[in-house]
């Protein structure tokens, strides 16, 4: 070491070579205290002066990763905190809103009741009329028609009766469900039952059940117009024997729609339709003046007939978009006039049932499918066409048949079969 070393000290932070009288280390710019920086010592070899440096330099280091260390420590603790702290708000949250849940349905259990009540129109007017009319119209009910059997003084009667139970039901009654029941008995039999729209708009209101149902009582020996509406519930009408029932028209949103008739008399049209249900028509020994119609938008239509008998040429309409369409036809008895008409569906099959005994009546079917087969397995009625498109027609169809069956079956997808018997 020469003389100059002497005079000289280090940085203890970067090992720069500096005055002894150096307040500051002009390299890195750390202050340099009273015996902060080491001191080479006289006469000390260069190689041990660069070995107390590194040391002072490893030490320096190994602090700095202490520092760093506490500061990540420090910055972890706080993130620990922090997740706590949300961890405890959440748990807060979710215990608030199960309580509440708990609590809600406690509430609901301890209020749990049933309502029942019933209500009685009658329609008897001033001055009858050959064609007397009956008008129903239910939002939120089932709308069952039936005849009276045994003799009475009124014209129609309707009984209303409101059925519900379930939770929060206690206290409630039909007026927190539906508007003023309207009723209007002047010159025919107008009854409206509609929902309060926002009812559904209370929580309270979420957990009940309904069976809500209008009956219609028509007297034997009246002739009516028939129209009747149900939004959701469905609707059913049984014609006895000799009952003649003028125009029907059974319209439904939600529900199915049945039609029984027994040795009836519909002189005029007969529809039938709904969106989300099933159409039955079931017919034995009917006369029918009018054409006949059943649809629906999602489920399946059926048409029995049994030795009806027809005043005058009349068209059938069977139809669904999803389901299935079934005909039973079993002619044994005179028809009188033709039938024509069509039987469709999109997705579904097409089925057909056709029974006679006479060559004085016949039947002719017209299959055609995208996505399926036409089959012809009845007994004397030939199918002439391919797999997908098929004329089936039985053999006294255009011989010595007097009245016919003309019918038009198609589908997208689906098979189309026509069995039975033609003798």
């Excluded at 559904?200 to 117009?225: C, E, G, M």
């Excluded at 054409?291 to 027809?310: C, F, K, Q, S």
């Excluded at 099959?349 to 299959?367: E, I, K, L, M």
């Excluded at 019918?407 to 069995?419: E, S």
């Amino acid at each position: 070491m020469n003389d100059s070393d002497e005079n000289m000290k280090f940085c203890p932070n970067c090992g720069t070579k500096l005055e002894r009288k150096a307040s500051f280390c002009f390299a890195c710019g750390s202050e340099l205290e009273e015996g902060a920086a080491f001191q080479p010592e006289k006469g000390e070899p260069a190689r041990k002066i660069a070995q107390k440096k590194e040391k002072v330099v490893l030490k320096l280091t190994e602090k700095e990763k202490k520092i760093k260390v506490k500061v990540a420590e420090k910055k972890e603790k706080k993130k620990t905190k922090k997740t706590y702290r949300k961890g405890l708000i959440a748990g807060i949250i979710i215990s608030c809103l199960l309580f509440s849940i708990v609590g809600f349905f406690i509430v609901g259990a301890f209020t749990f009741a049933t309502y029942q009540e019933s209500f009685t129109y009658y329609y008897t007017p001033a001055s009858p009329a050959s064609v007397e009319e009956c008008n129903i119209y239910a939002s939120t009910a089932r709308i069952q028609i039936q005849y009276n059997t045994t003799p009475v003084n009124y014209y129609a009667k309707v009984d209303i009766n409101f059925h519900f139970s379930g939770l929060f039901m206690a206290g409630k009654t039909y007026q927190n469900f539906f508007n003023p029941i309207s009723w209007d008995n002047d010159s025919s039999a107008d009854l409206s039952l509609t929902s309060i729209h926002w009812a559904w708009v209370d929580p309270t209101n979420w957990f009940k059940t309904d069976n809500h149902v209008v009956n219609l009582t028509l007297r034997t020996d009246i002739v009516y117009d028939i129209t009747t509406t149900s939004i959701t519930g469905g609707i059913s009408i049984i014609v006895p024997e000799n009952v003649t029932v003028n125009d029907l028209t059974l319209s439904c949103t939600t529900g199915g729609v049945s039609v029984y008739g027994t040795g009836a008399n519909f002189s005029q049209g007969l529809s039938s339709s709904t969106t989300t249900g099933n159409v039955l028509l079931n017919f034995t020994r009917c006369h029918f003046g009018g054409n006949i119609a059943g649809t629906t938008t999602t489920g399946g239509v059926t048409l029995n007939t049994y030795n009806a008998e027809y005043t005058q040429d009349i068209t059938w309409t069977l139809s669904t978009t999803t389901g299935a369409v079934l005909m039973s036809i079993q002619q044994y008895s005179n028809m009188s006039s033709d039938v024509t008409g069509s039987a469709s569906t999109t997705t579904g099959g097409v089925t057909v049932q056709y029974y006679d005994n006479s060559p004085y009546f016949g039947a002719r079917f017209t299959g055609s499918t995208t996505t399926g087969v036409v089959s012809c397995t009845a007994d004397d009625i030939a199918g002439v066409g391919s797999a997908k498109y098929k004329i089936c027609t039985s053999g006294d169809f255009a011989t010595t048949a007097n009245n016919t069956y003309d019918l038009t079956c198609t589908t997208t997808t689906g098979n189309i079969a026509i069995v039975g018997d033609n003798n």
